[in-house]
């Protein structure tokens, strides 16, 4: 219990208190609360360490490079791989108990469904399996909402791989969960595919249910979650809010005529790098209203001539590359 | 609750096999086995002109066991390669991951496969068996002592070799585990046919070759109990004791406490699938 704790930073302090909790305190706000997950397959060690939780209602971001270890987590969690160390909760549950997943959908990575069955008898198939009553109209719904309504009655084994991977998401949504684990949904999905998937997301955060999403499209998990745990070489590199973790801004200017004066204003606005006339300065998480008109008129005043003057956000793509390329020692930051 | 999920799995596992091209290649060679052993009893027929002699009834049991034989490695062929793509085969597409991570325990699920191969297996040994009973009838005129207490026992072997084919689909490829079943069946027939032999020439240790095989899998210490409801019981008085050689003849019925074991043996072999399975990473 000493390791991710310690190794997680300053962004895994909303994961701290709940690591030294025991069980039965725990709040039964969380959809996901895992700690302490370790799995080795023989030499290569998948996962080390990796504590995080998801709360009720939110929809959170599993990062991380090929290999990072995205997967295994998503299938501890559900019980399909075996820890060698931690524990897992879903929905207040324990995940040692096979009732944990009742309220859970997943769409695996690999996914592929009986090839004899139609998509409506996957479907049936699925809810019986879940344990809840669904009627035929709902789970023809289910079908519609991912564009299968006409193809109901086709055998699985006819589909296409998006069209496989469009009946998984109906699979994970249909047995009306309370928390939703889709391991890579669009990685088949055409273009339309991946805007419904959208909106999907979208409609879940907004009827309360949970979402774990592990994605390489940046801006998809930009756009629909509330958080983001970024995984690499098995541990947990950065876990926060978007807010948290794209707090930094920056402005950036061209200008000429900067003396020594002038530089020394800038370095008080916040750190700088300069290439010729091109200047970045990175400014606090919120910036006063004042401060980028007080250094515009300052520099003026410093006789800079001003050319640009262009506020930017940090994108989740550059702070991503950031975290993972600035490797280990970005962890103990 | 988990009743629920043996039957679902269980009628899962029966609709498989019926959509699946198992089921059609298995009806091709049943019905050509059939065909040709209506052929067989009817040529049997016109050469001793019935059953009267003893010569004639020993014919008679023979050919019936020898295409009774036919029909379970028809059985046991067809449930060893459908009890390794249903569990292996699933694992490794990744179907079993859907599955799996609903709120079901995975033993519920093994068990289900288990029930539906069983009703496959042994519906067809009846169905089959059945048949063939008929075409014996009406060309020889011969009926089996104890059709039902025969037909069960060769479901039992069945059930022996398909729970087989489930354990090592457990920690094997689907083709392999179908492959190495049926192979074990074999070895163990063939294990039987020599301490038929050794038993015939009064050899101890020979004889033992056959016993101790048929304690490891039972398929075939139930094979020969099967025959032995199929053969005529005054075989044994009229042919000598020579006959402990034939593969296709058995001088003695089953023993309770065999019928015991082959029963334990099941459900050890199904409890140490149902570990594996459970310990397996998907
Ligand atoms: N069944 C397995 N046997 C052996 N090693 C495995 C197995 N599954 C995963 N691994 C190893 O565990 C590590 C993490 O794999 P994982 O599939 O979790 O990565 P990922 O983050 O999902 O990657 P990707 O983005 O490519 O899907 C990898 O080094 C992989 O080689
Ligand atoms: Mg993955």
Redesign the pocket.
Known sequence: MTGPTARLGASASLDVGAEEQPIADLPPSSAVWCSGLRKR??R?T??DGVSFTVGRGEVVGLL??????????IKILLGLVRPDAGEVLLLGRSARDPQARAGVGYLP?LFRYQPWLSAAEVLALHVRLAGVTVPAAERRACLALVGLADRAGDRVGGFSKGMQQRLGLAVALVARPDLVILD?PTSALDPLGRADVRDLLLSLKARQVAVLL?S?LIGEVERVCDRVVI?DK?RVAASGTLAELLGRRELRLRLDGVDSAAEERLAAAGAFTRDRDSFVVALPADPDATTVPDLVADLVGLGVRVHAVEPARISLEERLLDILRAGPTEERR | MTARIVFTVAALTLQEAARRRVLRSLAVLTITLLALSAWGFSRLDAEFGGLTTGEAKVAASTVLNLVMFGLSLIAALGTAFLAGPTLAGEVESGTALAILARPIRRSAVLLGKWLGLVAFGSGFVALAGLAQFLIVRTTLGYWPPQPAIGLALLAAQTIVLLTLGLLLSTAISPMASGIVAVGLFGATWIAGVIGGVGQALANDSVARVGTISQMLLPTDGLWRGAMHAFQDQTLFTQVGPGFGASPFLSQAPLTTAYLGWAGLWVVLVLVLAGLAFQRR?L
């Open positions: 397959y023989r290569q998948a996962v991380g490079p090929n290999g990072a270890g995205k997967t295994t987590v990575e890579e592990n390489h995984l098995g | 990473d």
